[in-house]
């Protein structure tokens, strides 16, 4: 079995954001032949959408899967769904989303999955944890390089989420 590298965005902004991501790693973790080898740090970053949204909570994960992207998207949606998800509103508040932002340094077009995530270049809540723990000079295929993608985000300020706030969550 081939293995691929994989990184996953993931984000909260209802139901206790931090307790929803560190439910959901632990969910990724099960999944079958898939690890996890790296995760960021937890950030907050206000909303992107309607207004009135609570901020969101984010991170980014680095897994190595024997899967193919239909099928760990597949076990991501479940994942998703087992935390109340709904897909009713565009950019809406939501329990847990799980996305698939790179996948090796394959471009996927399928009507289920775009990889690159085409909107990973304008959210810097996905940009700077994944600044973290992958190298700068990672050359994300049809984007460019990651740190001149960090350079060129707009402006979302983000807050690093310390591990006292993590511990009493």
Known sequence: MS????????????????SQLQQ???EIAQIADTSILKTSSFYRSAAIGPAGQPDYINAVSL??????????LDRLQAIENSHGRVRELRWGARTLDLDILLW?????????LQVPHPQMPLRSFVLVPLAEIAPAALNIVSMGR???LVRDCPFNPLQKISPKELADD
């Open 24 to 26: 959901a790693l632990a």
């Open 63 to 72: 897994l190595e899967t024997g899967l193919t992207a239909l099928q760990l």
């Open 146 to 148: 990651l740190a001149q």
């Open 104 to 112: 090796g340094q394959q471009q996927i077009d399928d009507q289920r």
């Open 3 to 18: 293995l691929t590298q994989v990184y996953i965005g993931l984000g909260s902004n209802l139901h206790a954001p931090l």
